[in-house]
Nanobody, 122 residues
Framework: QVQLVESGGGLVQAGGSLRLSCAASGRTFSTYAMGWFRQAPGKEREFVAV????????YYPDSVKGRFTISRDNAKNTVYLQMNSLKPEDTAVYYC???????????????WGQGTQVTVSS
């Protein structure tokens, strides 16, 4: 069982930066790959970033590549999402998730946080 709690969201102007954190409970954090997803009003939840269990592999969709960076600290049971050059279209609730398997699919993630709001003003 893994419990996830996100933090770090807020209101930022376009071009600004935010760093999201996701703290995990339990001793099994390092056995899960970790992903970040986001959901804007009226839209489906979409994949933002993923990092492997060891942190040696990451993947991003084109929409955030070069602007977002995912990292993890297994000693602290925490995964981060550094977001730079933010755009109004990045506005959404951001969720972290733990899972394994096909990491680009939401269905591969069995544990989800409650989400943190990110709002980017123009």
């Amino acid at each position: 069982q893994v419990q996830l709690v996100e933090s770090g969201g807020g209101l930022v102007q376009a071009g600004g930066s935010l760093r999201l954190s996701c703290a995990a409970s339990g001793r099994t954090f390092s056995t899960y790959a970790m992903g970040w997803f986001r959901q804007a009003p009226g839209k489906e939840r979409e994949f933002v970033a993923v990092i492997s269990r060891s942190g040696g592999w990451t993947y991003y969709p084109d929409s955030v590549k070069g602007r977002f960076t995912i990292s993890r600290d297994n000693a602290k049971n925490t995964v981060y999402l550094q977001m730079n050059s933010l755009k109004p279209e990045d506005t959404a609730v951001y969720y972290c998730a733990a899972g394994n398997g096909d990491l680009l699919k939401k269905s591969s993630y069995g544990y989800w946080g409650q989400g943190t709001q990110v709002t980017v003003s123009s």
